[in-house]
């Protein structure tokens, strides 16, 4: 998580003022409102950790995804909040994520199996950081669509993002009909129906790890993402189109 953040923050060390009014994929946000959701998700970690431990575990890793949907609204104020407060230019924005940065080394000195306090309820440590880890790879990959950037994608943080976001899908739509591969990081079974368990599966579903993140977070569309060969399907039942996006 902390080599992703620093590839991301030296991403927006770069931006222009120009670059920082672009729109992006994420509706009304423009550049300047992704880069500070970006330390917003981050400082929520570092709130949780500063905060008294809560008496009991509200949410395991597996249901972070779906609920994250709940808290849109949420999370759209806040960002914005942020972003007219302290991300008004490179000047400030570079303080915020300095001050991010800087809190986030003290945080990840508890201990990983820590309840702490976030807006989903207590949560593991552990849990939380791979949830960050999670938004870290998404806009990272929206911070490059937008700006024509190259941040990199640490290659733990996205394993870890792939995996969770397999694993949510078989989830929501569990059952062991369909094979999603997305190697070399995640291999699921998932969607109700006669389960394979010998020789070659007749439901396959495969692709490549950003093309499956942003098939999972509604970046790219099932129909899009089949017409142009980033995904690979066969077999009847291998279409995911009904249990896409896993992440809001």
């Known amino acids: 998580m902390l080599a992703q ?4 923050h030296r991403g927006v060390l770069a931006l222009t003022p120009e670059q920082l009014g672009r729109p992006t994929r994420l509706g009304e ?30 949410l395991t890793l597996l249901e972070w995804p779906l609920a994250t949907r709940r808290y849109a609204g949420d999370v759209d104020h806040d960002t914005r909040e942020i972003a007219e407060a302290g991300a008004q230019d490179p000047a400030s924005l570079a303080a915020l994520y300095e001050e991010t940065a800087r809190g986030l080394a003290d945080a990840l000195e508890a201990p990983d ?20 880890t999670v938004e870290l790879i998404v806009h990272t990959d929206d911070l490059n669509d937008a700006t024509g950037l190259a941040v990199p994608y640490e290659r733990q ?30 291999v699921v079974q998932c969607v109700e129906g006669p389960r394979h368990t010998r020789g070659t599966p007749p439901n396959v579903v495969e692709t490549e790890p950003l093309t499956w993140v942003r098939l999972a977070t509604g970046r790219t569309s099932w129909a899009q993402a089949l017409s142009t060969a980033q995904v690979r399907a066969s077999g009847e039942r291998a279409d995911l189109s009904a249990h896409l996006p896993v992440l809001g």
């Open 5 to 8: 953040f620093d590839h991301v």
């Open 29 to 58: 946000w423009t550049v300047r409102e992704l880069a500070a959701h970006v330390t917003m998700a981050m400082r929520s970690l570092i709130r949780g950790v500063d905060a008294p431990a809560p008496p009991t575990r509200d």
């Open 113 to 132: 199996d820590r309840l702490i306090v976030t807006r989903f309820g207590g949560v593991r440590l552990a849990d939380f950081l791979v949830t960050r």
């Open 157 to 186: 943080a996205l394993a870890a993002c792939t995996r969770l976001l397999a694993d949510a899908l078989a989830g929501k739509a569990p059952g062991g009909s369909v094979e999603v591969r997305v190697p070399p990081y995640a």
